[in-house]
């Protein structure tokens, strides 16, 4: 009964109308299952893109449809990989076809651990999203768990594994995490159709083409190599453009800040201030179950911030409001060079009557466009290998000047954020006047700067 | 002070990035003011087609972005009709640009009293988001009529007078509420994109050049024929593919239960089976203000429902997680010939130990797609015109197969719902067998029939 | 060797870049060769859409384009009927995916015959596309049948025989020649695209998922039947818009009556006119040979019509320049009623100093936008049938509104032509004035009236 | 009367539809007049990417397309200049409005003087496209300087000045000529349409929004930095991928040895082998005047080509269907290290039976994809100055990380050409099996090599 779970395939396919990909197939019983568990459709109510759609309001889709659209091109690689190379005998590289079922659970399931605000609400409560990935899908108290097990009794660790880059079998894992696996080529691909940016756009069809398992994971054939410079680039330029977006940090900042008052208010027993939001004490005590983590997502965080509007503590009902209300601080460029004048800022906000604690922040977002393999990193990335006709190796840097350009070097900008109020230029009529006058002689063209 | 309010414009036009209309601009301060207020940005906590991301993922898309949208069509209308038709003289029929700031505010604000999962929730607690709409333009306690007020002080009901059609100059009604308005021409373009069907495309450039103001409202070039043709074929296939979905409809049934059961929970004094819930109360009790009402949102009340799929009452705990978890009920199609059926399939499904009440429904969809005008109709439709080169107008139907082909004629269906378990195929284990066999006998090829 | 040929796939697949497939995949030798022939590679010089780029400028697709799009459509048919109904025993009504090599071939083969601006030559020349198909691929003098022959001695008859629909099998004839067929989807999808509107686009993914092959021939999945309605629609459309525009009728009036002059200046022994145009000479006598035909393309007449330009014969040079650098006649619609009057402007035409044999021309443009059987045609089309559940079959205007609105009505105007210069209004400087203003005096809204 | 002209507008705007730009609007009579010379109705006939169709079959498209693309970007930025930076007064270095005629003008006719297979062409025949359209503009023979002389009698100079860089106001010069004007931006949105890949999109919306005149010419502001950098990437990769692709150039290389072959048997005497193909001869004979060139086009060259299939000289028939039958010879990379082996295989190719001159060739394909001012540099180019708050200019290659990389690097690729038989692998069979053996011996992984 339970072997036959496996393969047990749907009398028709099923169809999931996307935008991204058309349509995305559903053809085993397991991986229906998956969708239907309540873990999964929980996915539903958490934004993929976080506080993103402030700035770029059709970027409102959730991370159920990014985690749909990664099997969906996780199958179409299968299905590549199985009709043009199959392996004939073990070791030679080739794909094995056994690995489809793991490979799709895995695909699906690799956010399933995702919970609402996820990198500002691990900042604060120390939860990790990785973490509770592995647990719902091991743990015996899920109902993905329990879809998983009906496939054999270790396949949720098998699906686990791949997704922790334990798996034995690195064509498996590189489809699902390296430089260039199904997780990014689909979020790169739907942000940019959801925020309405045409940055992220690529040759999906054509990089899929030009995929090549062989004994060490995945390389593409060199006649692929300007539509896999394409995708770097593109990915770069998301970053740029929508990830590090300022006025994005900035709402993130606020958030932070919000969760953090919060947690200070239950620490120091002002529970009065936080109303009927128990939902988040686990988190507050730093002690929580599967399950509670469960019972979070974006509408339960938001109606507690609309509860917390009205307040008694001050800086959380305004914190609230700025964030529900999308008043965004302000903020300028930091270098090496002005970083010093943090202090002196930070103390000038507080001159003008805000707690700097709550209303300031530097915020740094970098990241490593692509990155080669180097031994000295602790957590070294997959790079990308080209395939010539001979079968040998070339990685891309070598041969892409865009690529070269970009690689190995952390893109992005360290921040100071503060609230709008210090820029205001009505000053004769205000008090703070002359503190906001100082405070703007340090910002000049969006950076910070001596006097 | 006031008076210069008006026409306060800003230094610099801001841009939103939108999907659909790729930039929307915002040159007014008023029209930025109106954004930033708190019953404005509640739309983004509100999806614009409630539980249509059910069958289609993709839907997530608020009430917030559709809301700017039909601000930037009516902006660029406004712009057309200044640059091409500028009255010269009172009653002329052309265009008077001073009525463009009320345009784009009736625009902007025209569904901002829409609450969480409005349709549904209305026909339960007898709500009505075309009151509320007026009434956050109106009363006094909204931030936006703070901002309308600034304005003018007879601002606010001007502008709430243009979404209610009586407003005096029927080129503004139109431009906001007729069969080829802003408003449908923004969400046939929104819900399309976002759904990734493509059955609501048509040529917004092209419609928009051919409207032509005149004396009574506005008309369409004559040349523009097909490009308003393919817009009502486009419309009505987006009801028969998207909004009258079977499965939506069967998530809504869900939805409408679930709420009907916990007011019924609520009216006899089975509070304690409704946690705390208490934002809802007022509706149980059919006694609410404005500020109760823009409480909710689709994250307030997904986080009850969340809440109860832990009560006690098992009725409702179970819809709670149909509607969570997506267990659509399933349906079939019934006609006047087989309505009679539906009491021995109500009890059938009693039978097999459903409460009837709530695990079945029927439930008809109905829309015209296009309806020209009838003097016998109490709620009667503005039709379409066509200016012929000669200045006569021609009504759309008269000179299209297509429309007339689907003019004054309902389209939709009558489906009646029921759980899903009643189809099931595994008879012999299960001790409702013959009663699911008997009830399956009356259906067939989706419709319900005579055995 | 020769027995092999037919199962000879490339090593490698072949891609082609393609604007509206991403990809065309070429996989047998066969399919390769082909395309590389010399009558094929022709189609490079012949537009799909003869002159309708004198208004669409976009719309500068060659037939090539088509002809390999149309493969492709057909490839991902066969793969999916293979997929998912491949014939388990003869005569079950499934797919037997011997006949895909034959259906292959005949799909990128089924408009080889087309001539430069093909309707016009054929009507002035009696020539005939459909005959000149068969004949490059029977004729042992082509490179396509000797491709043909390689697979087997009767291939080219088999596939000349799909194109003309004696096949046997009705689902390979119904793929290349159906109301909804390979050659129709591509070429909607194309035209739209390259003439820039949106009439033509329909959702071929989903049409070609819901095709269902049967005895005799393919129905379509009903859950597809509003797919296909759209594409019903779309086409109509596409020929409303596009395919009838009475701009591009007006260039082929003046194309058709520059050929004409030509003609009868050869038959009148006129050839000095004509200069060293030598290779339209055999069609002048009516007495060609297939290669003669084969010599003939856009480019060839193209640069004929440049000499004309300077021919001595003023109405053969003057129509000449009118088709080269578009000076396109203008146009009325003419009905039942106002038909008796065409003499009286035909001969206005002619007071007016232009050769009304040359000068002016009435035309009607009509099509069926969908048929269903009937058995009085002598040549009836098939009807587009739609499956149930239960295996029955309904025809699609049964239950489809749109289609049964434009079901068997002809579509389209008929139209009289006349030169632009009797529409000039400035009378007063000009000879013909009082004959222009008589003229005019029966043109209103682009229509023929009664005065 | 002539005055008025200048100013004289449509009495409504004519559009023409467009795939890139979805509609282009005629609103000065002037450029309608323009558009319908015979001169610019000629650039139909001639392809905008000459034969880049024989790679990416959809790249049919004719100059006329693009010409009438980069009218509608000059008219935009017009627009949005006048609306956001229209000029006080003189030396403001603000907008002038009495500029937008000879813009659009000399946008609409930058490539009048574009021939057949321009590049190759000249290269043979020592035309220029660029003098050509100076002449066209400025001839009194052409209807192009017919229409502009009735604007004023130096309106035709003016215009010309203008494309030839040599105009007063280096706004409109950068409008029509930098490196980002509206020439490239239409020709990278327009190739990369109808080639059907997608490495020339940007976002042109964007960047129009953020061109700023200045005293210099034009600027960008600096919040449009990332927009510009995309649009340089994107040209970067549309050269590597398209512009640059080896089957293209091996198919403009066969070209160019046609024409040579054919200029050489006319200079030696030897016409009756090249039949009547008159209209080339005053190329051959290297005396032509703008007549005898605006008689050619893509299909008069491609009809001599087709006569020249059946020439008694074998290199000229055997190129010509090579040409028109797409059989392109084959190449290899050749580096510094290799270039010493090119006699070798020149002798090679000889020795196995092709004439060396004609069936080898070396051909580099070499771009810069932005540069910065250099004094060195004879014919410097613009550099895209960025403008910050405080109105200084920053060079963009400083603050982007991409175009940095690629900035003053020439990127393309040195390749020899032969013909595809001296691949044969099947080389028992044949004569010069050894020869080819040798041949083959020197090329791996598409690379000449040492052995």
Not at 239 to 263: C, D, G, M, N, T
Not at 300 to 311: A, C, T
Not at 401 to 409: D, E, M, R, T
Not at 441 to 446: C, G, P, Q, R
Request: charged residues 25%; aromatic residues 12%; glycine residues 4%.
């Amino acid at each position: 009964m339970i072997s036959d779970y496996k393969h047990q395939m749907l009398p028709m396919e099923k169809v999931l109308r996307d935008p991204i990909h058309n349509y995305i197939y559903i053809q085993h019983q397991v991986i229906l299952d998956l969708i239907n568990t309540r873990e999964f459709q929980r996915l539903r109510r958490i934004r993929q893109l976080g506080v993103a759609n402030y700035v770029f309001h059709g970027a409102e889709h959730s991370r159920f449809t990014h985690s749909v659209g990664v099997y969906e091109i996780t199958r179409k690689i299968c299905d590549l990989f199985q009709r043009n190379y199959p392996s004939k005998e073990k070791g030679d590289g080739l794909w094995n076809d056994d690995e489809r079922l793991v490979a799709l659970c895995a695909a699906l399931l690799h956010d399933v651990g995702h919970g609402a605000y996820s990198h500002t609400f691990e900042h604060i409560f120390h939860t990790n999203h990785e973490k509770m990935t592995t647990e719902i899908i091991t743990s015996s108290h899920s109902e993905v768990n329990a879809v998983l097990r009906k496939v054999a009794p270790d396949f949720p660790e098998k699906v686990a594994s791949v997704i922790e880059k334990s798996y034995p079998n690195p064509q498996v894992v590189q489809m699902i995490s390296s430089q260039i696996d199904a997780d990014r080529m689909d979020y790169l691909l739907r942000d940019s159709y959801f925020t309405g940016t045409n940055y992220g756009t690529f040759d999906l069809t054509r990089i899929l083409r030009v995929m090549k398992p062989y004994s060490d994971g995945i390389s593409f054939d060199m006649s692929g190599m300007h539509a896999v410079e394409d995708y770097i680039v593109s990915r770069f330029q998301m970053y740029q453009q929508v990830y590090f977006h300022p006025v994005s940090r900035s709402i993130e900042v606020i958030l932070s800040h919000l969760l953090k008052r919060a947690k200070y208010l239950y620490k120091n027993g002002k529970t009065n201030c936080l109303g009927p939001t128990n939902l988040l004490f686990p988190f507050f005590e730093g002690d929580f179950s599967l399950s509670d983590y469960l019972k979070l997502d974006d509408g339960v965080l938001n109606s507690y911030f609309s509860l917390w509007q009205d307040s008694d503590d001050k800086i959380l009902s305004d914190l609230a409001d700025r964030f529900l209300n999308r008043k965004p601080f302000k903020s300028v460029r930091v270098s090496e060079d002005t970083r010093y004048l943090l202090p002196t800022l930070r103390k000038l906000v507080a001159d003008a009557g805000f707690d700097s604690e709550y209303y300031t922040a530097t915020n740094d977002s970098f990241d490593l466009p692509y990155d080669t393999y180097s031994p000295s990193q602790n957590k070294h990335r997959t790079q990308i290998e080209l395939m010539q006709k001979d079968g040998l190796l070339v990685e891309l840097s070598q041969v892409s000047n865009l690529v070269a350009a970009i690689s190995g070097k952390v893109s992005g900008d360290e921040r100071f954020f503060f609230p709008k109020e210090m820029k205001s230029s009505e000053q004769q009529l205000e008090l703070f006047g002359p503190i906001y006058s100082e405070f703007q002689s340090y910002l000049k063209n969006d950076t910070l700067i001596k006097k």
